[in-house]
């Protein structure tokens, strides 16, 4: 049976897309856990919930720390009696050529983007496993990209990290199937937020151009004609968060208006 206040936990949901994520599923009647590197930001998202009469708290940490995760669950738990989804949204991104990728730029995008979803990974089915919840399905849902099903150039570390997401989230949905507990993941495609922002200016640095530039040039492979906003990729999210979703696990379904069809 479902539990009358169902809860999540959304990393990286301080801006963005999980921001996005973290207000539809306070919509769909979740209680939130808003979890954030950035503290501010994550406190200014829970109090918006919160004025909008939301169940929402913040909390801060660094997903690259199994600490971090012990904590967001904690966090769930004490603040609201339990958990049902968790999302393991933040992530980084950086914008060069593999030629100039250093060891320690390599080791800090799969500290935050790979080591940080087996951390929330393991840190949700720990809790669950803790929980009687008989039939309930709980949801683990992890942030890959069209990138992690054909990889950028200039963007070769960052798409091999979301190679390794939809990895993790295969390997996760088998193991972990027979506890009641599904695993899936969200591939966005081009979504108008601070991430591409930041693709778009470090590509002039690279490439010569102006500013806008390499946002525009990518939109135009968009089908939809539009850039993605955060809300399409938190309505697909919604979806997976709920009883509607129970029956599917270990899938990395790609929601970018149509950019690549494979
Ligand atoms: N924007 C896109 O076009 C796009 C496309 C495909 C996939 N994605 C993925 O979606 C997710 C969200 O992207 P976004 O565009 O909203 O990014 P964003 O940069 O706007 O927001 C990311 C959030 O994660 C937080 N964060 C970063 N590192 C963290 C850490 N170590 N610990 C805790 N929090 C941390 C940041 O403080 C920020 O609030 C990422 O995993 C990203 O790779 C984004």
Known sequence: ?????????????????GKAIAEQL????????IADFNGDTAETTAAEL?????KAVSV??????????????QTAVAEFGRLDTYVNNAGIAQIKLLKDQTPAEMQQIFAVNVFGTLYGIQAAAAQYEKQADGDHIRKIINASSIAGHIAFDMLGAYSATKFAVR????AAAKELGRHKITVNAYCPGIVGTAMWEQIDNRMVEELGGTPGQYLDQYSKLITMGRVETPLDVANYVSYLASTKADYMTGQAVQIDGGIQFI
């Open 1 to 17: 049976m479902t539990p009358e206040t169902r809860v999540a936990v959304v990393t990286g949901s301080g801006q963005g897309i």
């Open 26 to 33: 306070a919509e769909d009647g979740y209680a939130v856990v």
């Open 167 to 170: 990895g993790l989230t295969q």
């Open 50 to 54: 919160r004025e909008q009469g939301f």
């Open 60 to 73: 801060q940490g660094d997903v690259s720390k199994p600490e971090a995760h012990q904590h967001f669950v």
